[in-house]
């Protein structure tokens, strides 16, 4: 059997203490750096309109944050050769005229940011005049409230229940129905095709087959983005 000499041990020691001592260093270092990270800032409470890019979004001056108007959808503006949606201009120039360098207040509600970046607000003119439910009342937008962001979806399905009934905006086109019936989701809110596979996915349990294209949206569920009912 070999014996390591009284040389070797003491050698061998040695290296040890220095390559606990090291290891011990760098925990220590690691953890200063992270007792220096600064926390990413908090939302804002107030800002100014910078600019308005469509019918549900805008930037903030300053810090150039671009916000996501939240529960709500307005029609796209045309991009990548698509000509854009019906009321998609109407929309913007109606958002722009309420907010365009105007100091806003910002709510937010469980989800403040988007897999975007995007910042997730309910905004409000003094005294108090909500932006989001103004766009929906003037048929200018459509109830669009993804779970866990319901904070303020029955103000706005309110305000889509008056706007639809009046047909104001968007809405003599969008009650054009097409299909016999669609199929939608109570836990999402989303209302499908029925040929959809998105809507297929739908676990038993949350699945609701709509009628009518009208009580869909009377009853708050959002149309399906990708096939569009």
Known sequence: MNFLTLHQRSAFSRRLLSLTFALALLASALGLLAGCETKAPAPPQEALVAQVVDGDSLVLAGSEQRVRLLGIDAPEMGKAGKPPEFMAHESK???A???QGKQLRLEYDQLRYDHYGRLLAYLFLPPGVMVNAELVRRGLAHVYCI????????T???AQREALEARRGVWPQKLKQDESYYPANRNSWIFHRPACPLGEKTAPANRVRLTSI???????????RSCKP
């Not at 779970?147 to 029955?154: I, V």
């Not at 009208?214 to 399906?224: I, T």
């Open 214 to 224: 009208k009580d869909a949206y009377l009853q708050g569920f959002s149309p399906c």
């Open 97 to 99: 005229e309420m907010t």
């Open 147 to 154: 779970p866990p962001n319901l904070r303020y979806r029955e």
């Open 156 to 158: 706005l399905l309110a």
């Open 93 to 95: 120039a109606f958002l």
